[in-house]
C-alpha cells in the first residue's frame, strides 16, 4: 500500500505528464501575447524576441519534464542525477546562447529575455494551480 499521497507504482503510469497539456496551453497563451506586447513596444524584432524567449523556457521545462518522467519510471534513482544533470546542461546551454546573441548586437536581446523571465513565472504559477487544484482532487488509491 502507497503512503497518503504517493501514486503507488504502475497504478497510472501517465500521471507524471498529465500535467503538460495545460501547462503547454498557458505558454502558447503567453506566446502569443509576448509577441503582441513586444510588437506594439518595439516592432517586428520585439516581437520575435519575445515570444522566442517563451520558446525557449517552454523547450527548457517540457525537456525537464519529459525526460525525468522517463527516468522515474525507469528507475526513481535516476531523478537526482539526471535532473542535476539537464539543469547544468540547460544552464550552460542557456548562458552560451545569450552571450552568442548578445556578441550580435540584435536588438531583440532584451525581450528576449524578458520573454524567458515571462515564460518561467507564467510555467511556476500554471504548474502550481495545477498541482493545487486539479491533481490535489484527484482520487487516491
Same mark, same amino acid.
Request: hydrophobic share 55%; glycine share 12%; aromatic share 6%.
Given at each position: 500500500?502507497?503512503?497518503?499521497?504517493?501514486?503507488?507504482? $504502475?497504478? $497510472?503510469?501517465?500521471?507524471?505528464?498529465?500535467?503538460?497539456?495545460?501547462?503547454?496551453?498557458? @505558454?502558447?497563451?503567453? +506566446?502569443?501575447? +509576448?509577441?503582441?506586447?513586444?510588437?506594439?513596444? %518595439?516592432?517586428?524584432?520585439?516581437?520575435?524576441?519575445?515570444?522566442? %524567449?517563451?520558446?525557449?523556457?517552454?523547450? @527548457?521545462?517540457?525537456?525537464?519534464?519529459?525526460?525525468?518522467?522517463?527516468? $522515474?519510471?525507469?528507475?526513481?534513482?535516476?531523478?537526482?542525477?539526471?535532473?542535476?544533470?539537464?539543469?547544468?546542461?540547460?544552464?550552460?546551454?542557456?548562458?552560451?546562447?545569450?552571450?552568442?546573441?548578445? @556578441?550580435?548586437?540584435?536588438?531583440?536581446?532584451?525581450?528576449?529575455?524578458?520573454?524567458?523571465?515571462?515564460?518561467?513565472?507564467?510555467?511556476?504559477?500554471?504548474?502550481?494551480?495545477?498541482?493545487?487544484?486539479?491533481?490535489?482532487?484527484?482520487?487516491?488509491?
Amino acid at each position: 500500500m502507497a503512503e497518503p499521497g504517493v501514486v503507488a507504482p $504502475d497504478t $497510472d503510469r501517465r500521471w507524471r505528464l498529465r500535467h503538460l497539456p495545460v501547462l503547454l496551453g498557458a @505558454s502558447v497563451g503567453l +506566446a502569443v501575447v +509576448a509577441a503582441v506586447v513586444g510588437a506594439v513596444t %518595439g516592432g517586428v524584432t520585439a516581437a520575435l524576441g519575445a515570444a522566442a %524567449g517563451v520558446g525557449v523556457t517552454v523547450f @527548457s521545462y517540457t525537456l525537464t519534464t519529459v525526460v525525468l518522467a522517463r527516468a $522515474d519510471q525507469i528507475n526513481p534513482q535516476l531523478l537526482l542525477p539526471l535532473g542535476l544533470g539537464l539543469y547544468v546542461l540547460k544552464f550552460t546551454l542557456l548562458g552560451v546562447v545569450l552571450v552568442a546573441v548578445a @556578441s550580435t548586437g540584435w536588438t531583440g536581446l532584451i525581450p528576449l529575455c524578458l520573454g524567458i523571465v515571462a515564460g518561467v513565472a507564467v510555467w511556476t504559477a500554471v504548474h502550481l494551480w495545477w498541482l493545487t487544484t486539479v491533481h490535489a482532487r484527484r482520487p487516491r488509491g
